[in-house]
């Protein structure tokens, strides 16, 4: 049986390939990464505009969440504590969801802001084999379903401003006493995170974990080629997370500052 995620790339590839060359992707990859990544306190809400970069950011950095997410899971969680539904908040192309749904199943609800990359999304779901849709909404309106449930926010809270940020953590809250999971990435630079120690020591109190991760796993070829066109390091895998889950009776703290 061939893997989803190896027909889900060439499909991906063979799609915006259709529309732009290697070097046209890796360029809008290089500006992107510099603006996007580097700058992006200044550019916050523009930095996908444009088809070159939302190509780059669905060739390159899609695939790199996905995988990311994918092994933090592995690391995390058993793939038998499968969630119904799994919300993922501002999905992008819907990677982080569907990591999860394909880890240990359930159907995705993804929350994003922009039309654009929900239609991404919507390929991500068809070609991984994953039941999922979208919802075009700001998270801080997201009508929230009865716990329990998954909740994923990958890089994205960070997008998040102080209020709304706030807002979704009252809400991450409630919704793990009620008994679902939450996980949460950022990158492990803490830069564009100046609220991270607050939230691990948040999610610490609450019996979950805050975890800074290295993995070491390969990208596809074909994005691992992109990356280097556009002279980024994909070989540089990994990620902060915070894990929330339902507490049993009984069990103490799991918290510290885990290296993979
Ligand atoms: C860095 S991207 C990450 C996308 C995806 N989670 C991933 O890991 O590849 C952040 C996404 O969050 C979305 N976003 C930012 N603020 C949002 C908000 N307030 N409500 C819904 N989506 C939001 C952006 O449009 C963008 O697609």
Same mark, same amino acid.
């Given at each position: 049986?061939?893997?989803?995620?190896?027909?889900?790339?060439?499909?991906?590839?063979?799609?915006?390939?259709?529309?732009?060359?290697?070097?046209?992707?890796?360029?809008?990859?290089? !500006?992107?990464?510099?603006?996007? +990544?580097? *700058?992006?306190?200044?550019?916050?809400? %523009?930095? /996908?505009?444009? #088809? @070159?970069?939302?190509?780059?950011?669905?060739?390159?950095?899609?695939?790199?969440?996905?995988?990311?997410?994918?092994?933090?899971?592995?690391?995390?969680?058993?793939?038998?504590?499968?969630?119904?539904?799994?919300?993922?908040?501002?999905?992008?192309?819907?990677?982080?969801?569907?990591?999860?749904?394909?880890?240990?199943?359930?159907?995705?609800?993804? !929350?994003?802001?922009?039309?654009? +990359?929900? *239609?991404?999304?919507?390929?991500?779901? %068809?070609? /991984?084999?994953? #039941? @999922?849709?979208?919802?075009?909404?700001?998270?801080?309106?997201?009508?929230?379903?009865?716990?329990?449930?998954?909740?994923?926010?990958?890089?994205?809270?960070?997008?998040?401003?102080?209020?709304?940020?706030?807002?979704?953590?009252?809400?991450?809250?409630?919704?793990?006493?009620?008994?679902?999971?939450?996980?949460?990435?950022?990158?492990?630079?803490?830069?564009?995170?100046?609220?991270?120690?607050?939230?691990?020591?948040?999610?610490?109190?609450?019996?979950?974990?805050?975890?800074?991760?290295?993995?070491?796993?390969?990208?596809?070829?074909?994005?691992?080629?992109?990356?280097?066109?556009?002279?980024?390091?994909?070989?540089?895998?990994?990620?902060?997370?915070?894990?929330?889950?339902?507490?049993?009776?009984?069990?103490?703290?799991?918290?510290?500052?885990?290296?993979?």
């Amino acid at each position: 049986m061939p893997d989803p995620f190896d027909i889900w790339i060439a499909k991906l590839f063979d799609r915006w390939l259709s529309e732009l060359t290697h070097q046209e992707v890796a360029r809008a990859l290089k !500006v992107l990464s510099r603006d996007y +990544v580097q *700058r992006r306190t200044r550019l916050r809400g %523009k930095a /996908l505009e444009g #088809r @070159g970069k939302q190509a780059a950011f669905a060739m390159y950095y899609a695939p790199r969440h996905f995988v990311i997410v994918r092994e933090a899971l592995k690391a995390l969680t058993a793939p038998t504590d499968s969630p119904s539904e799994i919300i993922d908040l501002g999905c992008g192309s819907g990677v982080a969801g569907a990591a999860w749904a394909l880890h240990c199943g359930g159907n995705v609800v993804g !929350v994003e802001l922009e039309p654009d +990359v929900l *239609r991404e999304a919507a390929f991500t779901f %068809k070609d /991984l084999g994953v #039941r @999922g849709g979208g919802v075009r909404c700001h998270i801080a309106k997201y009508r929230w379903a009865k716990p329990p449930v998954g909740i994923v926010a990958a890089f994205t809270v960070n997008e998040l401003d102080e209020n709304n940020r706030e807002r979704l953590w009252r809400e991450l809250e409630k919704q793990t006493k009620g008994g679902s999971n939450v996980l949460i990435l950022e990158p492990l630079s803490t830069r564009i995170t100046p609220w991270w120690q607050d939230w691990s020591e948040r999610v610490v109190a609450l019996g979950g974990r805050a975890n800074e991760w290295h993995f070491d796993v390969k990208l596809p070829e074909r994005v691992h080629l992109l990356g280097k066109s556009a002279g980024l390091k994909p070989d540089k895998l990994g990620a902060r997370t915070l894990w929330l889950e339902p507490r049993p009776k009984g069990r103490g703290v799991v918290a510290g500052n885990n290296q993979d």
